[in-house]
């Protein structure tokens, strides 16, 4: 099955500076990878996602970026803002269980912007 | 459409208790989860289901029991509480997305203590 691997746990940085979150995952046959954004005592909720079709994706000030053949992907988001405090967490899809519907979450990072 | 509902928001059992947790969607979704939420260890999957009457055990499933009547609900049993199942409790219901791959619309939470 997947499992899906996530650093920094933690990352500190000033308010404009640019965060990069890194994730690997183990299975070569998946497809797709989102990011999901939480803020503190709120819920997950989707901000980005790249097919393996794609080496990378852009909205706006967050990016991702994928490395089929290292099989890693990673978050980065440019002139950061107090806003972007949040913890943020890569999935994967399994290819086991049967069902497309599941992700396998990594274990979060927590971000902070200092003003 | 009010997505993902989830009741109670809070709750605090003694060992040995049983309840249920209550998750409704109304997005016709035919996938839910359930996830549970512990400090340092990201979403685990607990049980899931791609639809009604149709359930699966996920990464986590010990000691927590699913069924799925209709559609828009997924309630989730704890028969026995235990300490150890202190944690948050999220919901989440699936769509496919034209891109590719799956989002996740994760209900509120339950914060649930065993004592």
């Known amino acids: 099955g997947e499992n899906v691997e996530q650093h920094p746990s933690t990352l500190s940085v000033q308010e404009g500076d640019s965060a990069v979150i890194k994730c690997t995952y183990s299975?070569?046959?998946?497809?797709?990878f989102p990011w999901y954004k939480q803020e503190l005592g709120k819920r997950p909720q989707l901000i980005i996602d790249i097919r393996s079709n794609v080496g990378e994706k852009k909205d706006q000030r967050i990016a991702v970026t994928l490395n089929k053949t290292a099989k890693h992907f990673s978050l980065h988001i440019t002139e950061t803002q107090p806003e972007d405090s949040a913890v943020y967490f890569c999935?994967?899809?399994?290819?086991?269980?049967?069902?497309?519907?599941?992700?396998?979450f990594g274990k979060g990072t927590k971000l902070s912007v200092k003003p | 459409n009010a997505g993902v509902t989830q009741t109670p928001k809070f709750q605090v059992l003694k060992t040995g208790q049983s309840m249920t947790l209550q998750c409704a969607q109304d997005m016709n979704h035919e996938y839910m989860s359930w996830y549970r939420q512990d400090p340092g260890m990201g979403l685990r999957l607990i049980h899931y289901s791609v639809g009604a009457g149709i359930t699966d055990q996920g990464e986590v499933p010990n000691g927590y029991n699913v069924s799925r009547s209709t559609t828009e609900d997924f309630p989730l049993r704890l028969l026995s509480a235990a300490p150890s199942q202190t944690s948050v409790y999220f919901c989440?219901?699936?769509?496919?997305?034209?891109?590719?791959?799956?989002?996740?619309?994760f209900g509120p939470g339950t914060r649930l203590t065993v004592l």
């Open positions: 999935a994967a899809p399994p290819q086991t269980g049967g069902s497309q519907g599941n992700l396998i």
């Open positions: 989440a219901s699936s769509r496919p997305r034209t891109s590719g791959g799956v989002e996740q619309f």
């Open positions: 299975d070569s046959a998946s497809n797709y």
